[in-house]
């Protein structure tokens, strides 16, 4: 028992990988150089795709590895490389007085969430040990296709006009 | 017919709108014709009703369903009855020939055509008023004929005075409307009904229309109007008044409007004024229609007048008041349309002293045979107006040669008016001072006597001056064509013969308008009285003869008169009177609201403007387009959420 | 094992991804930032998810079109980003200022 919460397999993964996500996140905010800092990113994303694996939601993991720390990070380095001007560092805020501003008001905010976090009563707050009947796959596939088919295509939509539209918007203005 | 009884109204509004699509593209001639057969057509089919009125009884009324709001359903519609049958014969009759006559009188006018699709919506206005079944109907052609006449004495609109005219027309009436309003809206209260035959179901008059004269005499008799219970629960009943008292003070507020319309004494000022319209537009509207309306509404509301004899008697003194005060101002007058129309004042004043003393039948024979002479007057007037173009009776003289027709017609309208027998002016007026001697009231009789004697004066004052003596002009009079001899022919007949209608010995309009049986005072023929308001309006023509024949004459009996010449001149000083009272304080107030208006509603509506504005000039500069700067201060305000949430509790 | 860890853990990681959207001044950095922010808001999709009673799949189905969503936010948000840096020739969030006034 550590803070009241019992010592198992499972919290054992869960504050590791809170660690690795939280050491990622702090490393992304405070690093100079921005090819560090896209590896932080990846840090992050593989942490959550660890999160979401020990939630029983191992399709959501992996779609995070694969878009997230696979596609997205890659992408965020391509554009850091096309935007690059000499030096790779990130230039530091103009005002520091204001980082410190923000950084008071983001706490202050966290710590008022954890509050009500806390404090409110949730109605479920344990959960058996294999939540789901079926493989979560199989349930989010029946969902996806079954249930909510049209929002689903109207996503793929949604994905094909930011497609176009980013391709018309990147695009070199013709002279 | 009767059931289609609306067509009549409905001829003129058609006329009106086809005026109204085609505008100036039609000929003068075609929209002449237009207009005139539509209410020639009219005039036809309102003889047909009324012939089927005198035989068959009249229907009830055809109405449909307009408005339901609780327990009160507003119709629209038109009913037909004796009373209405006659309107309808008169205000068609006099419209016709006075649309014809405009023919020639607006020729080569601007707005020849717009002039007469006033006239068609006038017309239309007026029939609609006549034939309406509820009072809400009525009330709404009765603002429609205001706007109408608006419309017509203001039609030549350049003239400053004409303007100005139609401005005090349209005002002075709205004072008396507003009093109508206010009894309509009350008899409402009382009685739970907007139409004239429930509002007055179980009135003696509507039901048998017996024993009226017991109850104009005997005073309190209202069973019929506390007998509708005035069902709306929560209303004190009456207002905490006495039946009596609730039923005279909406009689009297009923009167207040026909006290507008019809120029009775105090709001009597603006008919003399609407003289400066086109002349015909005087005669349809001082002769048939628009003045005639408040005789008509109180003969409408008659149950009314009939249950308190303290609104009949108002009605009484006020028109006998107005009928002697106008005959008096009459008297002085230069401009022959303004004599016409202090005349027409004065006799509007003998007919509500008619129905006033209960001669219900008296006041519509004399509002009939004054239609016509009236008109008459007014046109042969006109008809002198477009051959010399002058208004001033010292600019005219010895037109009896150069004008004989219209010199004969005046003639028969003046002694019409004046009351000389067998002329149709005679019976009625005889028949009213009959009435008004026979219950007793013998110093309005005096009034009304003096005021014949007065009346007799000023039309032979007028013809003297204008159609005796030399010329005084060096304009060519002639007659007017076909379209002007025509109506004053016709209407010089009427003014003849149309007295026999309801002569002592003949009183076929007595039978027909009390068809379900007596109404009011009926004072049968009193031989002594005629021959004396006959000597009397002998000798008003005698004394005019003996002034205004001679030069010099009428000098010297003014300064003789001194004071009262200058009163009776300046019209009793009434308008200058309302000026530095009513019209003064009116303006103060106004001054005093304009500088509220000006300087604090809307300074205060300014002051909010600069706030805004230099709000948003010094707040325009906070937008320095940094995403993040956004972002930071929506982060605050969420925590200022937050902060407001966890204080409240249980919130989030 | 608990829900509300996993709801504190989204709690941290979206307040880093707040810093980072407020501070920053090079824009992709505010892209990932905001990435940060909406995986945050997945991991508590996810977590009530799992934590129901039953377990409902919707969580998760949710936070599926949210990543779909981000995607297209991820290409949209650079294809804007190289636009502006051909005009302007910068990546940085100060002179991202065409609004002002």
Known sequence: MIFGIPITGQTITYFLLALIIMISGVMLMSLQKVMHMAVALGGVFLGVAGIFILLGADFLGMAQILIYAGAITILMVFALMLTQRGDDTESPPTNSWRVGGVLVFVVVLCAAFLYVLRGTAWPVTQSAVDPYTQPSVVLLAQSIFHTYTVPFELVSVLLTVALVGAVVIARKEEE | MQTHAWIIPALPLLAYVILLIFGKRLRETVAATISVLAILVGFVLAVIVMQEVATNGPIVAMTFNWLTFGPTTITVGFSVTSLNALMLVVVTLVSTLVLLFSRSYMHKDDRFVRFYQYLNLFVFAMLGLVVSPNTLQFYIFWELVGVCSYLLVGFWYYKPEAAAAAKKAFIVTRIGDVGLFIGIILLYLGTGTFNFNQMFQGSPVSAGLGHVAATLNGGVNVPWFAMHGLMFAGWHPLFG??????????????????????????????????????????????????????????????????????????????????????????????????????????????????????????????????????????????????????????????????????????????????????????????????????????????????????????????????????????????????????????????????????????????????????????????????????????????????????????????????????????????????QFSIVWLVMKLADVLNFIDCWIVDGIVKLIGEVAYLGGVSLKYSNTGQVQTYGLVTLVGLLLLVAAAIGIGGVL | MALQPFLALGVVLFGLGLFGALTKRNIIIVLISIELMLNAANINLVAFAHFSQPAQIQGQVYALFSMAIAAAEVAVGLAILLAFFRHRNSADMKDVDLMKW
């Open chain 2, 241 to 578: 008044m006495s039946p009596y008292g609730f039923v005279t003070l909406c009689a009297i507020l009923v009167f207040v409007g026909a006290v507008g319309k019809s120029a009775q004494f105090p709001l009597h000022v603006w008919l003399p004024d609407a003289m400066e319209g086109p002349t015909p537009v005087s005669a349809l509207i001082h002769a048939a229609t628009m003045v005639a309306a408040g005789v008509y509404l109180v003969g409408r509301m008659y149950p009314l007048f009939l249950a308190s004899s303290g609104a009949s008697e108002t009605v009484a003194i006020i028109g006998g008041f107005t009928a002697i005060l106008a005959a008096s101002i009459g008297l002085t007058q230069r401009d022959i349309k303004r004599v016409i129309a202090y005349s027409t004042v004065s006799q509007l004043g003998y007919m509500m002293m008619a129905l006033g003393v209960g001669a219900y039948v008296s006041g519509f024979f004399h509002l009939m045979t004054h239609a016509f002479f009236k008109a008459l007057l007014f046109l042969a007037a006109g008809s002198i107006i477009h051959a010399i173009d002058t208004q001033d009776l010292f600019q005219m003289g010895g037109l009896r040669k150069k004008m004989p027709l219209t010199h004969i017609t005046f003639l028969a309208g003046a002694l019409a008016l004046s009351g000389i027998p067998p002329f149709a002016g005679f019976w009625s007026k005889d028949d009213i001072l009959s009435a008004t001697f026979d219950s007793g009231h013998y110093v309005l009789y005096a009034m009304g006597l003096i005021a014949a004697f007065f009346t007799a004066f000023y039309i032979f004052r007028v013809y003297f001056l204008a159609f005796g003596g030399v010329a005084k002009t060096e304009k060519h009079a002639h007659e007017g064509g076909l379209a002007m001899t025509v109506p004053l022919i016709v209407l010089a007949i009427l003014a003849t013969f149309a007295g026999f209608i309801n002569a002592p010995f003949w009183p076929e309009l007595g039978k027909f308008l009390q068809d379900r049986g007596p109404i009011g005072y009926d004072p049968g023929a009193n031989y002594p009285l005629m021959a004396v308001s006959a000597v009397v309006g002998l000798l008003g023509i005698w004394l005019a003869y003996a002034v205004y024949s001679k030069e010099g004459r009428a000098e010297r009996m003014a300064t003789r008169m001194g004071v009262l010449y200058k009163l009776s001149f300046h019209k009793w000083y009434v308008d200058e009177a309302y």
